[in-house]
């Protein structure tokens, strides 16, 4: 395996799989790393193989989170891409989608209640899907500008879901409930 040992490589497939969303889709990204790292094993340093290999693995699995991210879902860090093979009750599934749905419709309301600063980036961002170069320039801001006003504006609105309604989720971190807080009371934003 020109200077790359079978322990080597079954340590960095293990650390690909281990964190791809379902195991095919890890083989096939311990495929594309190691069709990228041979070539130019070459021109790496011997002492420095593993670390080269393990940071390709890393730049890896960024690319294939980042390039699977739909803006909407992305806000919640939820990406409904629970696989149905490790979800037997298709039940339950079925429940954490129409929960997710239902979430989804309270955010252009939440957004809506933000001061303008916040606001129009995240419309942008959320409801239209552009990217924050793009709201950077139809704005008259720098990009940094707008990501922190995405990164604020989106924990606005989180907190405010989170004053009525407590996101339960689950072991990946994708909501499949949530809980009233104040039933006796009426959520400010309707949490129905």
């Known amino acids: 395996m020109n200077r790359l040992d079978s322990g080597l490589y079954h340590e960095i497939r293990d650390f690909i799989v281990r964190r791809a969303r379902s195991g095919p889709d890890g083989e096939d990204l311990c495929q594309t790393v190691f069709e990228r790292v041979l070539p130019k094993l070459a021109g790496v340093d011997p002492s420095n193989v593993r670390a080269y290999c393990f940071a390709a693995a890393r730049h890896a699995l960024a690319d294939y989170y980042r390039n699977r991210s739909d803006p909407t879902v992305q806000f919640f860090a939820d990406r409904d891409a629970v696989d149905a093979a490790s979800d037997p009750s298709k039940?339950?599934?079925?429940?954490?989608?129409?929960?997710?749905?239902?979430?989804?419709?309270?955010?252009?309301?939440?957004?809506?209640?933000?001061?303008?600063?916040?606001?129009?980036?995240?419309?942008?961002?959320?409801?239209?899907?552009?990217?924050?170069?793009?709201?950077?320039?139809?704005?008259?801001?720098?990009?940094?500008?707008?990501?922190v006003r995405l990164h604020r504006g989106r924990r606005m609105v989180l907190r405010n879901i989170d004053a009525c309604c407590r996101l339960l989720r689950d072991a990946?971190?994708?909501?499949?409930?949530?809980?009233?807080?104040?039933?006796?009371?009426?959520?400010?934003?309707?949490?129905?």
């Not at 009233?180 to 934003?189: Q, V």
């Open 91 to 147: 039940a339950a599934d079925q429940r954490a989608r129409e929960v997710r749905s239902r979430i989804h419709r309270w955010v252009p309301d939440r957004i809506d209640s933000l001061p303008a600063t916040y606001r129009e980036p995240l419309k942008l961002f959320v409801l239209e899907g552009r990217n924050a170069a793009d709201i950077a320039e139809s704005l008259g801001l720098s990009v940094s500008a707008v990501k």
């Open 172 to 192: 990946r971190g994708q909501v499949f409930d949530y809980e009233e807080r104040r039933p006796d009371e009426s959520c400010p934003a309707g949490c129905a």
